[in-house]
């Protein structure tokens, strides 16, 4: 016997419950926004970080390649040319390469991808592979981690320009660019989730696949954790 959906409200309260889980909470991610992280801390999360922004557009590509419904490609394309740029914009990449030359990396090294540790690969390509295999639906649900989003975005603006002032501050433009962008996307991405999935059946599958994706980003802290440590 089929069970009654949740109301639309109860369903998105169940989503934004899962921030309980966002790797805000992680204790490397703590130590980075607290002022602990030492600079060989901070330079492997940029560079490790890389890795997971290189792929952001190739996971939008793959939701476009498998959406037929036209009102939602021309949406969703914003997300592609917001990470590889587009006329003026240079976009996240290109930010997320100043961030790493503001920390004391130089882009070349980031770019060779030679620091990136096998747990972050493993778990951005479980993301990117889902992404290209699951219905364009789910991996528009999977993408509701930006719920929770702007909150660590603002915090590493409140808080890294006082914690670690040898950083240059216009090397933050990614966090600053995000908060806004990211409010933006998370309106469209919980709506289509919202309007698609109706059943009690699919409601529950949309928290299974929200929780993927912040095991994702859990599994690279943890990664980070083991090689560089968490500063107490």
């Known amino acids: 016997m089929s069970r009654t959906p949740w109301s639309r409200e109860e369903f998105e309260a169940r989503l934004r419950e899962k921030g309980a889980r966002y790797h805000i909470h992680h204790p490397f991610n703590v130590m980075l926004n607290s002022g602990r992280a030492t600079p060989e801390q901070i330079r492997g999360w940029v560079a490790n970080r890389f890795y997971y922004q290189i792929n952001i557009p190739i996971k939008d ?10 009102a939602v490609r021309r949406e969703w394309v914003q997300r592609i040319l917001d ?5 003026d914009d240079p976009g996240g990449i290109e930010s997320w390469l100043r961030l790493a030359e503001a920390v004391g990396l130089s882009r070349e090294h980031v770019e060779s991808l030679t620091e990136v540790l096998p747990g972050v690969r493993f778990a951005v390509d479980a993301y990117v592979n889902f992404a290209r295999r699951a219905p364009w639906e789910e991996a528009v649900c999977a993408s509701l981690t930006e719920l929770f989003a702007p ?3 603002q915090q590493r603006l409140a808080n890294w320009p006082e914690h670690y002032p040898w950083i240059d ?9 995000r908060v806004s ?3 933006r996307d998370v309106e469209f991405g919980l709506k289509v989730t919202l309007d698609r999935f109706v059943t009690r059946e ?12 912040l095991d ?4 690279m802290n943890d990664a980070l ?6 500063t107490t």
Not at 202 to 213: G, P, T, W
Not at 225 to 230: D, F, P
Request: glycine share 8%.
């Open 61 to 70: 590509a793959a939701i476009l390649s498998n959406c037929p419904d036209r």
């Open 83 to 87: 990470h590889d740029g587009y006329g």
């Open 151 to 153: 909150a660590i975005h």
């Open 169 to 177: 501050r216009e090397g933050l433009h990614y966090f600053r660019s």
């Open 181 to 183: 962008r990211a409010q």
């Open 202 to 213: 699919a409601q529950e599958r949309a928290l299974e696949i929200l929780q993927f994706k």
């Open 216 to 219: 994702v980003l859990w599994q």
């Open 225 to 230: 954790a083991q090689r560089y440590g968490v």
